[in-house]
């Protein structure tokens, strides 16, 4: 067997206004939309990953999410244009990885990251 996808859901009150978060700060494209679900995607390859935590490191709380992008500095400066909730600043982890946490509008932490060079 070979896992093609691992997809995360979300409960949302209104899932139009949870995409519209989620294609602005990322832009991914809104892919099905039936009113009760929508789905986002991206043209890129991603290789399917399940990170199982106590903690979030750095003494932060567990994300609900983690979202590796090509330009962290790009997804942060968006974010806050953007007015969203940043509840942990833009810092370079000792661990070898450049992250930020955002507050999603359904209350979710999600974890923006990159891995530094």
């Known amino acids: 067997m070979t896992v093609l996808r691992i997809v995360p859901n979300f409960q949302a ?3 139009q206004q949870q995409a519209r978060f989620y294609a602005d700060l990322f832009g991914v494209d809104v892919v099905m939309d039936q009113g009760f679900i929508v789905n986002l995607a ?3 390859s991603m290789r ?3 990170s199982l935590m106590t903690h979030g490191g750095a003494g932060t709380e567990v994300p609900v999410i983690s979202i590796e992008v ?4 790009d997804a942060h400066a968006r974010a806050m244009s953007a007015g ?3 509840v942990y600043p833009l810092t370079s982890e000792p661990w070898g ?3 930020f946490y955002v ?3 359904g209350g979710r932490t999600v974890n923006v990251l990159m ?3």
């Open 84 to 86: 969203h909730d940043i």
């Open 48 to 50: 399917p990953q399940l």
């Open 103 to 105: 507050r999603d509008p």
């Open 42 to 44: 991206s043209e890129e």
């Open 70 to 73: 090509d330009d962290v500095e």
């Open 13 to 15: 009150d209104d899932p």
């Open 97 to 99: 990885v450049r992250r």
């Open 115 to 117: 891995h530094e060079k």
